[in-house]
């Protein structure tokens, strides 16, 4: 099985750095004038149109789990009452590959592969998307999608088009899509999209231990070590880590 679990992965990223992981390079970031101060002047509401739009090109060049199909209608089950949690305006799909990943982006599209749920219970998954939830919840994707879209030259293409977010180029859009499902998270960051997974198991009366089993399974398939392979299974800490402190909150009945 092909193992990329991008699940937003275990980086330090910051406003004025970049992971290596990141399809285009150090000059080209140079070049399209990404720095912190920069990516500032890139409004939230202009991040959300290039999600919208950076989703749908994924959408099309993945194959999307139709209604009918059982993982899509698993996963309806699953997050049944999600669709606005938080506060948040949620969508989910399922794209069906043997990939082992689930992303999400700050428009609250929230994308997970049929190799993830092939891996885990429904508890287990719903943790899992609760950790992505909790990326979005705290603005750590919002962060990762301004640095891509600067990195990128959205704000430079769109500024051409009359300042038409919506109508960037898929090449764009690619490198934009591309940056953000690999980014990498700070261990602190990752550490409270656990806690936020892990809260909305108690939230919801689900099996706490979930959080646990779910980071285990990752371990175990070892995406939980260096090379940053997905958010949720990055190496800061590791996923045996990351399971053994939601043990402790669960011993600590907090």
Same mark, same amino acid.
């Given at each position: 099985?092909?193992?990329?679990?991008?699940?937003?992965?275990?980086?330090?990223?910051?406003?004025?750095?970049?992971?290596? $992981?990141?399809?285009?390079?150090?000059?080209?970031?140079? *070049?399209?004038? %990404?720095? =912190? !101060? #920069?990516?500032? @002047? /890139? &409004?939230?509401?202009?991040?959300?149109?290039?999600?919208?739009?950076?989703?749908?090109?994924?959408?099309?060049?993945?194959?999307?789990?139709?209604?009918?199909?059982?993982?899509?209608?698993?996963?309806?089950?699953?997050?049944?009452?999600?669709?606005?949690?938080?506060?948040?305006?949620?969508?989910?799909?399922?794209?069906?590959?043997?990939?082992?990943?689930?992303?999400?982006?700050?428009?609250?599209?929230?994308?997970?592969?049929?190799?993830?749920?092939?891996?885990?219970?429904?508890?287990?998954?719903?943790?899992?998307?609760?950790?992505?939830?909790?990326?979005?919840?705290?603005?750590?994707?919002?962060? $990762?999608?301004?640095?891509?879209?600067?990195?990128?030259? *959205?704000?430079? %293409?769109? =500024? !051409? #088009?009359?300042? @038409? /977010? &919506?109508?960037?180029?898929?090449?764009?859009?690619?490198?934009?899509?591309?940056?953000?499902?690999?980014?990498?998270?700070?261990?602190?960051?990752?550490?409270?999209?656990?806690?936020?997974?892990?809260?909305?198991?108690?939230?919801?009366?689900?099996?706490?231990?979930?959080?646990?089993?779910?980071?285990?399974?990752?371990?175990?398939?070892?995406?939980?070590?260096?090379?940053?392979?997905?958010?949720?299974?990055?190496?800061?800490?590791?996923?045996?880590?990351?399971?053994?402190?939601?043990?402790?909150?669960?011993?600590?009945?907090?």
């Amino acid at each position: 099985m092909k193992i990329r679990f991008l699940l937003l992965a275990s980086l330090a990223l910051t406003l004025g750095s970049v992971s290596s $992981a990141w399809a285009f390079d150090a000059g080209r970031l140079m *070049g399209a004038g %990404a720095n =912190a !101060a #920069a990516a500032i @002047t /890139v &409004t939230d509401e202009d991040l959300i149109k290039a999600a919208q739009a950076m989703r749908a090109l994924g959408d099309r060049e993945n194959k999307v789990a139709p209604g009918n199909n059982p993982y899509n209608q698993r996963l309806a089950k699953i997050m049944k009452g999600m669709e606005n949690a938080d506060g948040l305006k949620l969508n989910f799909k399922v794209y069906l590959t043997n990939d082992v990943n689930a992303n999400a982006s700050p428009d609250g599209s929230i994308r997970v592969y049929s190799g993830l749920m092939d891996l885990l219970n429904d508890d287990e998954l719903f943790f899992v998307l609760g950790h992505e939830i909790g990326h979005v919840k705290d603005g750590d994707v919002m962060d $990762a999608m301004r640095v891509a879209y600067i990195a990128a030259g *959205g704000r430079e %293409a769109a =500024a !051409a #088009a009359g300042g @038409t /977010v &919506t109508v960037l180029s898929d090449s764009i859009l690619g490198d934009i899509l591309e940056a953000v499902i690999n980014a990498q998270f700070s261990q602190s960051q990752e550490s409270a999209a656990d806690v936020y997974g892990y809260n909305l198991l108690r939230q919801y009366k689900r099996n706490q231990q979930a959080g646990v089993t779910a980071l285990q399974k990752i371990d175990q398939l070892g995406l939980g070590g260096s090379g940053g392979l997905l958010g949720l299974l990055s190496s800061h800490p590791n996923a045996g880590d990351r399971a053994k402190a939601i043990a402790d909150l669960i011993a600590q009945g907090k």
